[in-house]
């Protein structure tokens, strides 16, 4: 596997199912980063992580909930979803290093239904 | 508040050239990122300006005026490949991005 791979590509769920998102980076960067993409908006930054260390919580519902148990992968754990949070989810990472930019590498994402 | 703004949708013809602008605001500044996004698929980056001018890379150049808080992103030589999603991002003074809704180039033969 090269890049950022994403599990599963497409899940569809009940407002009361539970699941997890995965996402992987075999680039040995330093920074994920948890994104919603809807139809016609900007990228939302949901989370991000340095270092394995939660940075960035954009008031995101606590209805999402990741987790970065080492620098290579994230999870986003969903439980009790609403129909507005179908939308595709992005994964990203990047290598932040003071002073320089962070180009971000996306993985392609897993299009998510809530039913 | 922090702000990108991009048109919605261009369309243009096999072979010519388009301009896409981005404006941008934001607090603090360290760079300006355009990425293509094809339907369906991740998006991937094409350039990055943090100097006033301009970036050439085949096909594609990337300008920027930092006093105007402007930016575009130039394509020659369109080819249908070249239909996708193009999002301007800016980054901000925490080193994170602020995104545009993106541009929708649509070519046609």
């Known amino acids: 596997e090269t890049g950022v791979t994403q599990t599963p590509r497409h899940l569809v769920m009940g407002m009361t199912n539970k699941k997890s998102l995965k996402c992987e980076q075999h680039?040995?960067?330093?920074?994920m980063y948890w994104y919603k993409q809807s139809a016609k908006k900007p990228l939302e930054l949901m989370f991000v992580?340095?270092?394995?260390?939660?940075?960035e919580n954009n008031s995101v519902p606590s209805r999402f909930s990741p987790e970065c148990p080492n620098s290579s992968h994230l999870f986003l754990h969903l439980h009790t979803l609403q129909p507005e949070d179908s939308a595709l989810y992005l994964c990203?990472?990047?290598?932040?290093?003071?002073?320089?930019?962070?180009?971000?590498?996306f993985g392609p994402g897993t299009r998510l239904t809530v039913l | 508040g922090q702000n990108i703004d991009q048109p919605t949708e261009m369309t243009a013809t096999e072979g010519a050239i388009v301009q896409i602008n981005c404006t941008y605001q934001?607090?603090?500044?360290?760079?300006l990122f355009w990425y293509q996004q094809h339907a369906g698929e991740a998006p991937t980056f094409l350039s990055y300006?943090?100097l006033d001018g301009l970036e050439e890379k085949g096909r594609f150049s990337s300008f920027l005026s930092r006093s105007k808080g402007y930016s575009y992103l130039l394509l020659k030589e369109l080819q249908m490949k070249d239909s996708a999603s193009y999002l301007c991002?800016?980054?901000?003074?925490?080193?994170?991005?602020?995104w545009g809704a993106g541009t929708k180039l649509i070519i046609k033969p």
């Open positions: 990203a990472s990047s290598q932040v290093e003071a002073g320089d930019y962070n180009e971000q590498f």
């Open positions: 300006n943090v």
């Open positions: 991002a800016a980054m901000d003074s925490n080193y994170q991005l602020i």
């Open positions: 934001t607090s603090g500044f360290n760079g």
């Open positions: 680039l040995g960067h330093n920074a």
């Open positions: 992580y340095n270092f394995k260390e939660q940075t």
